[in-house]
């Protein structure tokens, strides 16, 4: 078993930045990827971004492409998303997730196998 555990999330205005971090402990895979998602109020959960562990391809959402950056410390098997130039419309809680047996990056909420408990990001205008 697998234990995803976000922080670093909060209340922020808009323009401000946040930095999340997921920590995985647990059972260890050699190939996996780590991805963020989040969901606003009545609305699905979205893909904001992955990244492969092992090959360190990273891919992001339209949305958040050129704000957002996901990367990942392998000593701490950590993950982190960095924020930049928040909007209102980034509210959402965010949920961290892993994909195990897999090289690449993944984008669909289907393929992740273990979800952390969600941290809620709140962007103020």
């Known amino acids: 078993q697998v234990q995803l555990v976000e922080s670093g999330g909060g209340l922020v205005q808009a323009g401000g930045s946040l930095r999340l971090s997921c920590a995985a402990s647990g059972r260890t895979f050699s190939s996996y990827a780590m991805g963020w998602f989040r969901q606003a109020p009545g609305k699905e959960r979205e893909f904001v971004a992955a990244?492969?562990?092992?090959?360190?391809?990273?891919y992001y959402a339209d949305s958040v492409k050129g704000r957002f950056t996901i990367s990942r410390d392998n000593a701490k098997i950590t993950v982190y998303l960095q924020m930049n130039s928040l909007k209102p419309e980034d509210t959402a809680v965010y949920y961290c997730?892993?994909?195990?047996?897999?090289?690449?990056?993944?984008?669909?909420?289907?393929?992740?196998?273990?979800w952390g408990q969600g941290t809620q990001v709140t962007v103020s205008s």
């Open positions: 997730a892993q994909a195990i047996g897999t090289t690449y990056v993944r984008v669909r909420a289907r393929d992740y196998d273990y």
């Open positions: 990244i492969s562990w092992s090959r360190g391809t990273t």
